[in-house]
């Protein structure tokens, strides 16, 4: 065989991996949705099952949110000094089995304690995923690939609501969590065989980027956890803009688990409609989100060169002014509450995917990409937990009113653009 051939049929098989690739990626992290979703969903049926009020509901949900959080930073230290592979498996796993529990469970400490491995189990997900599409994607394409690449947590969003939501109307709020373990299987079975952690772990290699570097914190050998963290060659700008995404991402996530949490209960309980019905009406902010990644990343790299702050900020002065919507407009209005969602999941969904996926990857480089992700994620996650705590607890001390939760929302959404306009503006980094 020439060189020539050998190099064609070298390009031929790296094409198909990286296809392969971002197949499974996608399909884990949208997998994990359809075993994180489920609690949300029959959040009402079950509090009304188990006798459990909206301050409980929200305090069991948060220690999932918070060993989700904690989790965050140790996966992305464990994805990177042992590659994403095995601690992705391990996180699938431990979903599937958290559900089973859930779906047989009466016992609030059951559930306290199974919710804590289902937030450390969770956890795997962005940051080792995200991580391994930084190994076989280059920088100038990770814009488009990424913007595409992350309607799966938008996609699983919607699919698992339907599901828990379909499930749930016909059989229960205890099959609703069956079925999302069925499907979590099923993916971690495809991905067993369709998964690697570099294209060097199979002879191969990506034509060299710019910013490529020559080597990876998870190689074979006997370095340390902190040499392999040296080898990242962070500098400060690199930290301040780490911490910098992360703060505008706890605010972010506080909005966007606001709402997965619980637009369910409130459509079931302010609202008055079904529970199945208010888990189909969900799923509008995850519909409309999907639209918002694509255009998001399409609009980084075509228009912004790259650049993830420009566009990202122009998509949270939407998210706010739609947040201040749902608080003028939407509080007695089930019309105006679904078009605000709607347009919440658009302009949320984009700098969400953008800041946490290319933009992570781009802060951390191709080597750091795993942790840079975990630690932008974990630190968003606190922001997810705050927000259960609170909601819970309002909505009881204030007799159900929820004009202050969307004030809440509105204020959020100000504070992440704060955020995002100091990394955009004094020029700490190019990304």
Not at 56 to 78: P, S
Not at 219 to 248: A, E
Request: glycine share 12%.
């Amino acid at each position: 065989m020439t060189d020539k051939e050998q190099k064609d049929n070298r390009n031929g098989l790296l094409k198909s991996w990286r296809y392969r690739i971002f197949a499974s990626t996608w399909l884990c992290y949208a997998g994990l949705y359809f075993c994180r979703k489920p609690f949300s969903i029959v959040k009402a049926d079950l509090g009304d099952a188990l006798e459990w009020d909206a301050s409980f509901l929200g305090l069991i949900g948060t220690v999932y949110l918070l060993t989700y959080a904690i989790g965050q930073f140790v996966a992305g230290l464990a994805g990177t000094a042992l590659g994403p592979r095995l601690i992705l498996m391990l996180g699938m796993s431990g979903s599937i089995l958290a559900n089973v529990v859930f779906g047989i469970s009466d016992s609030a400490i059951t559930f306290a304690i199974f919710m804590g491995v289902l937030g450390f189990s969770q956890s795997t997900g962005w940051g080792c995923t995200v991580g391994t599409m930084a190994t076989w994607f280059q920088k100038h394409e990770r814009g488009r690939v990424m913007g595409l690449w992350s309607t799966c947590y938008a996609i699983g969003g919607v699919g698992s609501v339907l599901l828990a939501s379909k499930v749930l109307g016909a059989y229960g709020f205890r099959y609703s969590f069956f079925a999302g373990s069925l499907v979590m299987l099923a993916i971690l079975v495809f991905f067993a065989f369709n998964h690697r952690n570099r294209p060097e772990d199979l002879g191969l290699s990506l034509p060299k980027d710019e910013e490529d570097l020559p080597d990876s914190p998870y190689v074979k050998g006997k370095l340390s956890l902190k040499d392999r963290i040296k080898r990242l060659g962070w500098d400060k700008n690199v930290i301040t803009t780490l911490m910098l995404v992360g703060i505008f991402y706890f605010f972010v996530k506080f909005i966007r688990y606001a709402l997965w949490s619980w637009v369910p209960y409130l459509l079931t309980k302010n609202y008055e409609l079904e529970s199945d019905d208010a888990g189909y009406m969900s799923a509008l902010f995850d519909l409309f989100g999907i639209v918002g990644v694509i255009a998001a990343g399409w609009i980084s790299d075509k228009l912004m060169k790259s650049r993830r702050t420009g566009v990202s900020l122009l998509f949270l002065f939407g998210m706010f002014a739609s947040c201040g919507l749902l608080y003028f407009f939407g509080q007695n209005s089930l019309l105006i509450f679904g078009i605000s969602i709607s347009l919440i999941g658009f302009f949320l969904f984009g700098p969400d995917a953008l800041m946490t996926g290319a933009g992570a990857q781009d802060i951390g480089n191709a080597r750091g990409a795993t942790l840079s992700a975990g630690i932008i994620n974990g630190m968003g996650a606190f922001g997810a937990v705050a927000q259960e705590l609170i909601i819970g607890r309002l909505y009881d001390d204030t007799g159900g009113d929820i004009g202050p939760i969307f004030m809440l929302l509105l204020g959020s959404a100000a504070c992440a653009a704060i955020c995002l306009s100091i990394v955009r503006f004094t020029k700490i980094s190019d990304v």
